[in-house]
């Protein structure tokens, strides 16, 4: 049997950075949460003298990436993207998923794009960019 979870009931939540930690509140109506984009770079250490032939690497730095959001269009969830891009400071988020573990992956970003899409027939949306900064972190929620 698997152990998949839906993505039903999942939440994408932000800090109100009043105290450390802060109060988290979810954002509404978010459809679709892509990311953090995790990737790691590494530094070349070849030298003629190298095992084998082959190239050689060492560790380097991580880069948390970025972070969309796919969200309808709400005055409260607009006002809020709009003062966190607006902010010189880095914002706490969480995606907080709907499983047994109540499993939270936690994350400092800026809003670095945030584009309305209205279109004919169809609900005004945003497509919200974050670039992440410092670590990605995974834990039980409460």
């Not at 459809?31 to 953090?36: K, V, Y």
């Not at 499983?99 to 400092?108: C, G, K, L, P, Q």
């Amino acid at each position: 049997m698997s152990n998949a979870i839906a993505s039903v009931g999942t939440a994408f939540q932000r800090s109100d950075g009043a105290s450390a930690g802060g109060t988290y509140s979810a954002i509404a109506e978010i459809n679709s949460i892509t990311g953090p984009g995790m990737t790691r770079n590494f530094i070349e250490v070849t030298s003629l003298d190298s095992t084998g032939g082959y190239r050689e690497f060492i560790g380097g730095f991580r880069d948390g990436g970025d972070v969309t959001l796919n969200m309808n269009f709400t005055r409260a969830g607009y006002d809020a993207m709009i003062d966190d891009y607006e902010s010189a400071d880095s914002v706490d988020y969480k995606i907080v998923f709907a499983d047994d573990n109540n499993t939270e992956v936690s994350f400092a970003a800026f809003v670095t794009d945030l584009p309305l899409s209205v279109t004919v027939e169809d609900k005004v949306t945003l497509d919200i960019t974050m670039k992440v900064t410092g670590q990605v972190t995974v834990d039980s929620g409460s």
